[in-house]
């Protein structure tokens, strides 16, 4: 992609563990969660985006709506 391209993700943050969608059994509550990508977003840092084994890149979170 080229600069000021972007991506957009579509996020679920659950209340609770299920194991048919849940990769972690210590997950944090919704609202800590999106304020950590808040925090990222204020940062104008950029964090590491692992989606799998098939991305692995630094990425600017720019916005996030909630």
Same mark, same amino acid.
């Given at each position: 992609?080229? %600069?000021?391209?972007?991506? #957009?993700? +579509? +996020?679920?943050? =659950? /209340? %609770? #563990?299920?194991?048919?969608?849940?990769?972690?059994?210590?997950? &944090? %509550? &919704?609202?800590?969660?999106?304020?950590?990508? +808040?925090?990222?977003?204020?940062?104008? /840092? =950029?964090? /590491?985006?692992?989606?799998?084994?098939?991305?692995?890149?630094?990425?600017?979170?720019?916005?996030?709506?909630?």
């Amino acid at each position: 992609m080229g %600069e000021g391209e972007g991506h #957009y993700l +579509l +996020l679920l943050f =659950p /209340r %609770e #563990y299920d194991i048919s969608y849940c990769r972690y059994t210590d997950i &944090p %509550e &919704p609202q800590a969660a999106i304020n950590k990508i +808040l925090s990222w977003t204020e940062s104008k /840092r =950029p964090v /590491r985006l692992i989606i799998g084994n098939s991305y692995n890149d630094l990425v600017l979170v720019s916005a996030i709506q909630a």
